[in-house]
């Protein structure tokens, strides 16, 4: 979702390849024979993996388009500051909200969840987005998140409008915003995937 932003605030057209990641394609494992993972961009033939580094990639190669980072040293490094903020904190307390830990683990996480959106908001402060007028890196790396907030809601017991009210006005501004409205699946679709996972897993 990362890279396809990006890409569509750069204007540069590409070619989208699905993978079906039970069954990875040898194009896939050839490209990324580390991780094995996906997003994987292919530019001139050469492979660029991991989403927060193909976006930065994207952003040198094509810098005199809308550009994301800023052009100041010190607030490039806070905007990758926030972004690897959000890598370490978002997806994992994510995981143990829907899937990983119960009881008062859980009640930990969605504690812990809510005071993560909370430090973002102080982060964001009165800026339209967190690359101010424009959208930038950091805004970049951490909207995809917004997809999976029904299910957080929903399996989590979580009012989040509520306890972060500034955090939900930042997503809903990105999702007016073509390229990232096009780049993201509906929150609903998600949320009946998740419902899926957990009857497999047991959880439910």
């Not at 070619?15 to 990875?24: A, G, Q, R, S």
């Not at 388009?65 to 010190?74: K, M």
């Not at 830990?101 to 993560?116: D, H, L, P, R, W």
Request: net charge neutral; with cysteine; charged share 30%.
């Amino acid at each position: 979702m990362r890279v396809r932003i990006a890409l569509a605030e750069k204007g540069i057209n590409y070619e989208y390849k699905e993978e079906d990641l039970k069954n990875k394609s040898p194009l896939l494992l050839q490209m990324n024979p580390v991780h094995k993972k996906i997003p994987v961009l292919i530019h001139k033939g050469k492979p660029i993996s991991e989403s927060l580094i193909v976006v930065q990639y994207i952003d040198e190669v094509w810098h005199d388009r809308t550009p994301l980072l800023p052009s100041d040293p010190y607030q490039r490094a806070q905007a990758r500051f926030w972004a690897d903020f959000v890598d370490k904190k978002m997806y994992d307390l994510g995981r143990k909200i829907l899937w990983t830990s119960k009881g008062e683990e859980n009640e930990v996480a969605k504690k812990e969840f809510i005071e993560t959106l909370k430090v973002l908001e102080e982060q964001l402060g009165d800026r339209t987005y967190f690359g101010g007028d424009n959208l930038g890196f950091m805004d970049v790396a951490l909207v995809p998140f917004y997809t999976w907030f029904e299910a957080y809601e929903t399996f989590g017991g979580l009012n989040l409008e509520s306890e972060c009210p500034k955090f939900i006005a930042w997503a809903k501004r990105c999702l007016q915003k073509e390229s990232v409205a096009k780049s993201l699946p509906d929150q609903h679709k998600i949320h009946e995937i998740v419902v899926e996972m957990r009857k497999k897993s047991g959880i439910e």
